[in-house]
């Protein structure tokens, strides 16, 4: 059983009644991943320790939660709570907008949303910042840098770097660097490009995977050099499948699941209910009425439902007047992993996401989908129909980045596993595929696609049941 301790940091008072509008959100995020060496095995120190819940801290995980908080105020967010798991800690984090001033435009009093969806998971030899709305997200980035050289973590080169996003719905409103996709691969290039004394693990390069002109998906990457590494004939040199010190380096997987023009029944859970003491037996008391409500919200809307319950520990909150956030842990025969999503409900700008690094079965036909075996995890396949299910986009963008070799690359299999999940009519998953894009990268393989539903005239009923599997 893995030793998992929550946290309640913060919590958030009713909105203002007396506001009179909501201003467009922005609901895509800003995705920043650091790794600082291949594996927790590598950042391993004598001065390690096991703090009062057990769990084991080093690397980045030993830096005083004061000190993120820090760098999450250039950031502009704070932290709502958070849970911490036997591998990595996981803050649920929101941004407070200040009230946009009438204009002559719009006479009207206008405040923004005000709270955004995002997260923060510090893993001992990596870090993960997810945010959405006009969070300053690379703003951040030189300062993570500084607190992974200094003590405690003393981690002063950066293995990988990984940035990405969706194309924005209002570019306009982004501030600071992530005005533009220019100024935000120029940002990252004075920090990682050719030349840069940071870059001497690996120079950045910058991607626009699908067409500019429509929904399209941007990355920006470093990759390892062979700099103090053993040369290429050295017998002593990693394979890839083995960390610097020769232990076993596991794969690296991650899905996301990025989703727009969310259909009605896809939305309604998450706003939250008039009054504040809303009437649902789910609700857990004990927590603050938000994290009560996203509590309850994930279990009448099935997000509890995509891994099994047993070996999930899940952290949710619902934000005023709508808007809702998840982190959770997920232990399976290799370890731990993670899952997030993000929901922004309103109708004209909706969207959702999902994001997990929980490895799940790519091999095997395609045509061999099935519901998945509850007391273990679900196939890649089972897990995309069911987060889909749940929101009903009438767009969506799926990536997945695998670590591999050339020689066993997953990602065309994958590729046929979204297409069959997607085009399952008989299941109420009436899309058609729009994007299909393959990469390689240096040790990874991207597969990319987009799906659009189909306009019918009678559209798929959507309150579809996870069959359960029969024993045979």
């Not at 929101?391 to 590729?415: C, K, N, R, W, Y």
């Amino acid at each position: 059983m893995s030793a998992v301790a929550t946290e309640l940091v913060s919590d958030v008072q009713r909105d203002d009644e007396n506001a009179i509008n909501v201003s467009p959100f922005e609901g895509p995020e800003k995705l920043l991943e650091i790794w600082f060496a291949p594996s927790a095995h590598d950042v391993v120190s004598p001065d390690d320790t096991t703090d009062a819940n057990g769990i084991y801290r080093s690397g980045l995980r030993r830096v005083p939660r004061e000190v993120w908080e820090e760098m999450l105020d250039i950031v502009k967010c704070s932290v709502l709570s958070v849970i911490h798991g036997e591998e990595m800690d996981a803050y649920l984090l929101r941004l407070v907008i200040s009230p946009i001033t009438p204009s002559l435009i719009t006479p009207t009093p206008i405040r923004s949303r005000s709270y955004s969806e995002s997260s923060l998971f510090i893993a001992p030899h990596k870090l993960i910042l997810k945010t959405c709305g006009t969070t300053l997200n690379l703003l951040g980035l030189p300062r993570i840098l500084e607190i992974a050289a200094s003590d405690p973590a003393q981690l002063p080169s950066v293995h990988r770097l990984f940035y990405s996003r969706k194309s924005f719905m209002f570019p306009e409103r982004q501030q600071g660097p992530h005005r533009e996709w220019t100024q935000e691969v120029s940002f990252l290039d004075k920090l990682f490009g050719l030349g840069h004394e940071k870059a001497s693990r690996g120079a950045g390069a910058a991607y626009t995977v699908g067409s500019v002109n429509r929904d399209h998906w941007l990355l920006y990457l470093t990759s390892p050099t062979d700099e103090g590494e053993p040369s290429s004939d050295s017998e002593d040199q990693p394979t890839g499948t083995e960390t610097p010190n020769g232990l076993p380096l596991l794969p690296d997987f991650t899905l996301e699941i990025l989703m727009s023009k969310l259909a009605a029944p896809g939305r309604r859970h998450f706003f939250y209910p008039d009054g504040s003491s809303p009437d649902d037996r789910s609700i857990d008391l004990e927590k603050s009425p938000h994290h009560a409500l996203g509590q309850a919200m994930s279990s009448k809307c099935g997000i509890t439902d995509l891994f099994p319950i047993s070996q999930t520990t899940l952290d949710a909150f619902a934000f005023e007047p709508c808007g809702y956030s998840a982190n959770a842990f997920v232990r399976h025969e290799d370890g731990e992993g993670y899952y997030t999503i993000h929901v922004t409900p309103e109708e004209g700008w909706s969207y959702a996401s999902f994001e997990c690094n929980i490895p799940l079965p790519t091999s095997g036909k395609p045509s061999e989908i099935h519901e998945g075996d509850q007391a273990g995890l679900p196939d890649l396949g089972t897990l995309i129909q069911r987060v889909v299910n749940i929101f009903q986009p009438g767009h969506l963008a799926i990536t997945l980045f695998v670590s591999s070799s050339m020689e066993d690359s997953p990602i065309e299999t994958a590729q046929k596993i979204f297409y069959k999940a997607l085009t399952a009519k008989d299941k109420g998953f009436g899309y058609k595929r729009v994007d299909k894009i393959n990469y390689e990268f240096g040790g990874y393989d991207l597969a990319f696609a987009t799906y659009e539903r189909r306009a019918i005239a009678h559209q798929p009923d959507w309150s579809i049941e996870v069959e359960q599997t029969k024993p045979s």
